[in-house]
């Protein structure tokens, strides 16, 4: 029997939908915070396959998920091509900036593969633990991996911005190095056992309808037609985070199966036989009660009678009590 989460990326409606959350395996888990601390930084938890799938199923065990993320982060790309990453408590992760043709040239694709070994076994040991749930792979879109790599760290990535003005031929060529790598990694993942991959392009919305064109549907697009061409039943899942009006042209231009939508998005502006996930509010969540209630009910109104994966419209919040995640799971599971 077909897996739930796949049958919906292929077009089918459920009622209720499946259900899993951005960021599942969290800091909000106290399990996470203790496996974390065993493996020592964040970067070591990442490359210890056995952590790493232990991370990732922790939430299954809780909460009978109906899709297993895969525990990794969109940096080990850049980690993995020669730039330095460090994530210090609290303060997110810090690169050193690269802007230049000569930054560019000190980053290397013919090493990630070996660097991210432990990645695909960790995919290899979490495959075998599924059961019902499927295996979602991921990498970051290139224009958001691109913010990181060229600001150095997280913020409004006015240094990114700016280059894609002053110097276009370098943001192009960063983001066509990415894309090139984010098929590797995504090839890599899926031989391994990923069943659905999502590409997330959380600051996509910071550019303008001139550039988001060329720096975010066109690298998605090339991503899915080489994923395709590949792994044909493996579908691909596009969340280019505050995307706005620009979300339905990306959905048809790109031709990924599915869209995230992030919490500002009306489906209503989506055409109707759009697969979507999404997309409660991060603090709607975190609040609970009667506001979870209400919401919960909002969103499975709003996406009508599309193809729906249950999912909040950004990741969960590290303050986020974990007895309101157990009740959103009963919420969303009333038929
Ligand atoms: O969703 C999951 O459970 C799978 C794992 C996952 C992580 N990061 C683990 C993580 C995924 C899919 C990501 C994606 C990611 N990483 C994105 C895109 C999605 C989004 O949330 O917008 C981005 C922009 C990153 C880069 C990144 N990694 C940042 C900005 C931070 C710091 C933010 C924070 O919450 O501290 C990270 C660290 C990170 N990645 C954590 C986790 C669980 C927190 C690390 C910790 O344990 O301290």
Known sequence: MTKRLLRVLNGERLDPPPLWLMRQAGRYLPEYRATRAKAGGFLDLCMNPALAAEVTLQPLRRYGFD?????????????????GLTYG????????????????????LDRVAERTAPVREAVRLIARELGDAALIGFAGAPFTVACYMVDGRGGDFHETRVLAFRDPGFLVALIDLLTKGTIATLTGQIEAGAEAVMLFDTWAGLLPPSLFA?????????ITAALRAHFPGVPVIGFPRLAGASLAAYARQTGVQAVGMDTQTDPATLPPDLVVQGNLDPLALLTGGEALEREVTAVRRSVGNRPHIFNLGHGILKETPPENVARLVELVRVP
């Open 67 to 83: 899709a297993a993320i895969l525990f990794s982060d969109i940096l080990v790309l850049p980690w993995a091509m020669g730039q």
């Open 89 to 108: 408590e609290g303060e997110g992760p810090r690169l050193p900036p690269i802007r230049d043709a000569a930054g560019l040239a000190t980053l290397r």
């Open 214 to 222: 060329a720096h975010v549907v066109a690298p998605a697009k090339r």
